[in-house]
């Protein structure tokens, strides 16, 4: 089945400024993907070309098989999108906004629109004018316009953006129900990785315009994964660690070692320290935060 | 003998011709006979302009005339422009004190007409006076005012005009007024066509004279 | 495209300051009322009719006349100089600029809509709303003149490079009057589209408005030093005052055709510039 997103050699170059180069991306149909990456590293241009708002330099980007660009309204047909804070016509209510934005280019009815404002609980403020809503309820708006009449794939551009703890776990909880229930393509850029981390199936860690890394949330943190050792003689651990194939230690504090395994198993890695005659008193495993390999990879990038 | 015979011919071929001649003053006494039944009419008046300067279309008004020389204009449409000029009422006024001398006999719109030379009224013109009904169907005047008159019989008695063709050649009036005065500086309108129709007389049905009044502005 | 010239026609009503263009035509109407009320213009026109080989009877001004002032007199010519395409260009330089400003335009385009569609939507309904202002004048002229003076023939002066004196009558002034808005329509809606285009170069709805005003002034002075006279006839801005034509008699249709041709020629050349630089833009806002 043809990726929902396919993103191929996408470039964008604002002058001498290069935005984006050369990003290669996919998403699959059902995925809940998360977009990572520093301030400046083209994520909005990269989310911006996925819907046709900006021209890519190189490349071409594609929504259901379609070329952004050149068939936009095709593309988009199926997508709802919210990119960065989203703006609404403040002298109008809500439910006109609603009304007026999504009926440009498609057709829905009021029972859609109410459904839609239901969900992110605007129904009771829908008739009030978009001027007297807070950030919050602007990104509930936001977020009731990207998912009315049932879109197979949604654009979020920091979704939780304004939103107090209560209203974050909210949007976290609707965007999982939305992609269990509905079957929904969920794409969405965060600077929050921790929410990332419970939403996203998953990621790509793009920095300087590029995807640095891709995979899936599970797999990434396992090849993150650690283990504190603490072994005596501390020497004697190291040593014995070092000549273990697949086993590197990435720390070492008072007798306690956090020894990376690329392959074997930690009984593996106790058994070889036991016949060795090192005494193993504990064999932790740590799996590594997205925080932890998020900054680990930009680290590297530097 | 032979000499007596040739001028017995010869007074008897003059006489006739001598006899025939109408007098200038005699034609515009018989104009103002003719008029002179009429003692006051009310009539519709339509006036269509068509000149460089100015285009006037259809502007309906209505004519009040009473003897001697009363003339009033009401608008049918809020305004009306009257044509300067002795359109109303005794068609004689512009002829006043003018001496008329008969040039000729012919024939001008179909009817056959005394021609006549008028010098001294308002500017000197030739007019052509329709023999049997004593009423001036033409006028070119020295101003640059040529005029077309038609008429009907109104009430069975009184020939009244129901169109006056004006052909107003300003160029002319303005050299010839320059040329009497240099400083003078009228205005130049342009060569311009003024058609009046009038419909719907009401002859000597009486009319008050407050309506000749002027009215004050508000 | 009848939908989103709804919208656009419902969003442009809703903002306070599409009202400034006719909220001042009406201003000007009550002006003109009051000047032709109390100013005497019996004896003006009686004085102006001084040696004309015409004399006046009775006042000429009427519903008529009021709407005729405001549209086609030398207070018409000024109110299409400086007053009407001033108003058009707020509501023109606004309608595009004022989205990419509020941040909607971007909410619009991530839908799936047509960008050629959306744009000609925006200038449909500025063309539409150009449309409104001369007739709103007209229409609002005639009333007050009606609710004053009543109603009759109009009585009417020429173009500087026409002078005449005419009348017409009322029907013929009605259908005159209407063919005067058109014209005047005509003049508004070019001007409006340099507003649109300017708004969608800068994306600056008050330095569309400013722009737009500095090319009508430019153009009309341009248009007025003799050295320009080959290039006068096709400058958008000698074109303004066809509406005035519409008062002449024998009405000069080879000019209107002329004037309209040339205006007709820069509003479509300048929508579809400020199309083509829509349909490539990059949205960062």
């Known amino acids: 089945m043809e990726p929902i997103i396919a993103a191929s050699n996408l470039t964008k170059r604002f002058r001498r400024v290069l935005a984006v180069d050369g990003l290669d991306l996919t998403v699959e149909r059902g995925e809940v993907f998360g ?84 969900t992110v609980g605007l129904l009771k403020r829908a008739n009030d004018k978009v001027k007297s809503y807070s950030q919050g309820m602007r990104q509930r708006l936001g977020i009731a316009l990207a998912i009315i009449g049932s879109p197979e794939l949604v654009l979020l551009d920091e979704p939780t953006n304004g939103l107090d703890p209560q209203g974050m776990k909210e949007v976290r909880d609707l965007i999982i129900s939305l992609s269990r229930d509905r079957n929904l393509t969920v794409f969405l850029s965060s600077h929050l990785l921790h929410e990332v981390e419970q939403i996203c199936t998953r990621i790509a860690v793009v920095n300087k315009g590029r995807v640095i890394e891709t995979g899936s949330v599970s797999d990434l943190l396992k090849r993150s994964e650690t283990y504190d050792v603490h ?64 900054l680990r990879l930009m680290d590297e990038q530097c | 003998m032979k000499r007596l015979l040739l001028v017995v011919v010869g007074v008897l071929l003059i006489a006739p011709a001598i006899a025939g001649t109408p007098k200038g003053d005699q034609i515009l006494a018989a104009m103002r006979k003719q008029f002179s039944a ?97 009423v001036v169907v033409a006028m070119d005047g020295e101003d640059g005012l040529k005029t077309a008159w038609r008429y009907a019989r109104i009430d069975g008695k009184y020939y009244l005009p129901t169109e006056i063709r004006a052909d107003i050649r300003p160029a002319l009036a303005a050299g010839r007024r320059r040329h009497a005065d240099p400083d003078d500086q009228g205005p130049d309108i342009g060569p311009t066509k003024a058609t009046l129709k009038f419909s719907n007389y009401k002859v000597n049905k009486g009319i008050d004279d407050t309506i000749f009044q002027e009215k004050k502005r508000k | 495209m009848l939908r989103q010239i709804r919208f656009e026609l419902y969003k442009m009503y809703r903002k306070p300051r599409t009202y400034l263009g006719y909220g001042c035509c009406l201003f000007i109407n009550i002006c003109v009322m009051l000047g032709l009320r109390y100013g005497h213009m019996e004896q003006i026109s009686t004085d102006a009719m001084h040696g004309s080989s015409f004399g006046l009877v009775g006042s000429p001004v009427n519903a008529e006349f009021m709407a005729w002032m405001v549209t086609g007199s030398t207070i018409g010519s000024m109110i299409m100089l400086m007053g009407l395409p001033f108003y058009v260009c707020i509501v023109s330089g606004e309608i595009f600029a004022g989205e990419v400003a509020e941040g909607t335009l971007r909410t619009v385009l991530v839908r ?62 009605l259908w005159r009057l209407g063919l005067s808005c058109l014209l005047i329509w005509a003049g508004a809606t070019t001007v409006g589209m340099v507003a649109l285009l300017i708004s969608g170069w800068l994306n600056n709805s008050l330095g569309a408005l400013g722009a737009a005003t500095m090319v009508l002034f430019a153009m009309s002075v341009i248009g007025a030093i003799p050295w320009f006279k080959p290039i006068s006839p096709y400058l958008f801005s000698t074109h303004l005052y066809i509406g005035q034509k519409a008062f002449l008699d024998p009405i000069p249709w080879a000019e209107i055709w002329s004037g309209l041709r040339c205006l007709g020629v820069y509003s479509l050349g300048l929508f579809l510039v400020a199309l083509a630089i829509f349909r490539r833009k990059d949205v960062l806002a």
């Open chain 1, 231 to 294: 072994a005596h003689p501390s020497e004697a651990a190291a040593e014995a660690i070092r000549g273990i194939p697949g086993a590197s230690i990435d720390a070492t504090l008072d007798g306690m070692f956090k020894v990376k395994l690329a392959s074997g198993t930690p009984a593996e890695l106790n058994k070889c320290l036991v016949d060795k005659g090192i005494a193993v008193s504990a064999l932790i495993p740590r799996v590594a935060s997205l925080e932890e390999l998020y």
């Open chain 3, 112 to 173: 799936p809509v047509n960008r050629a569609s959306f744009f000609t939507a925006k200038f449909i309904s500025t063309v539409l709303y150009a449309a409104t202002l001369p007739l709103f004048l007209c229409v609002t002229a005639f009333l007050i003149g009606l609710v004053f003076f009543g109603h009759g023939g109009l009585m009417a002066t020429g173009t500087l490079e026409h002078p005449v004196l005419a009348w017409y009558p009322e029907s013929a002034a």
């Open chain 1, 35 to 118: 977009f990572l990456g520093p301030n400046g590293a083209g994520k909005s241009t990269t989310l911006r070309m996925m819907v046709g708002l900006i021209k890519p330099s190189r490349g071409k980007i594609q929504l259901f098989g379609r070329d952004v660009w050149r068939e936009h309204c095709q593309a988009l047909r199926k997508v709802g999108a919210m990119i960065e804070s989203p703006a609404f016509y403040k002298y109008l209510s809500g439910r006109d906004n609603l009304r007026i934005f999504y009926n440009t280019g498609a057709n829905c009815t009021v029972r859609q629109i109410d459904e839609a404002l239901d």
């Open chain 2, 38 to 134: 009429v003692n006051d009419y009310r009539a519709d008046l339509s006036l269509t302009v068509k000149g460089s300067k100015v285009s006037i279309n259809n502007m309906q008004m209505t004519v009040y005339y009473k003897k001697p020389n009363k003339i009033h204009v009401d608008a049918k449409q809020g305004v009306a422009m009257v044509p300067s000029g002795n359109y109303f009422g005794d068609p004689l006024g512009q002829m006043a004190n003018a001496k008329a001398a008969y040039l000729r006999t012919e024939e001008k719109v179909g009817r056959p007409c005394y021609v006549l030379k008028l010098i001294g009224g308002q500017a000197p013109m030739t007019a052509w006076v329709d023999k049997e009904r004593s």
